[in-house]
Nanobody, 122 residues
Framework: QVQLAESGGGLVQAGGSLRLSCAASGSISGVGDMAWYRQVPGNEREFVATTTNGGATTNYASSVKGRFTISRDNAKNTVYLQMNSLKPEDTAVYYC???????????????WGQGTQVTVSS
């Protein structure tokens, strides 16, 4: 079984910072691209940021570019999202997403975390 566990969400004032973490655990033989998405109730889940396997390539949604930074620690199968200059419109449930290869298999499958709430007050 593979699990993604997010942490680091919470309540912060506008202009503040938060750092989200997401650790993949279980019978894992490889982790590919990792990403963050977010969702506001009533809206579709939207892309926030992604990083490739080696971490050399990152991409961001235009709404967070310059404020958010995605990074990863491959030794820990963990991805981070450093969020600075937070705005009330960043309020959402943030989900971790990763391509993971289980031990004994050859294909990567996409897994989602359970989500962590980020609330930015004005």
């Amino acid at each position: 079984q593979v699990q993604l566990a997010e942490s680091g969400g919470g309540l912060v004032q506008a202009g503040g910072s938060l750092r989200l973490s997401c650790a993949a655990s279980g019978s894992i033989s490889g982790v590919g691209d990792m990403a963050w998405y977010r969702q506001v109730p009533g809206n579709e889940r939207e892309f926030v940021a992604t990083t490739t396997n080696g971490g050399a390539t990152t991409n961001y949604a235009s709404s967070v570019k310059g404020r958010f930074t995605i990074s990863r620690d491959n030794a820990k199968n963990t991805v981070y999202l450093q969020m600075n200059s937070l705005k009330p419109e960043d309020t959402a449930v943030y989900y971790c997403n990763a391509l993971v290869r289980k031990v004994g298999t050859i294909h990567y499958l996409r897994y989602w975390g359970q989500g962590t709430q980020v609330t930015v007050s004005s």
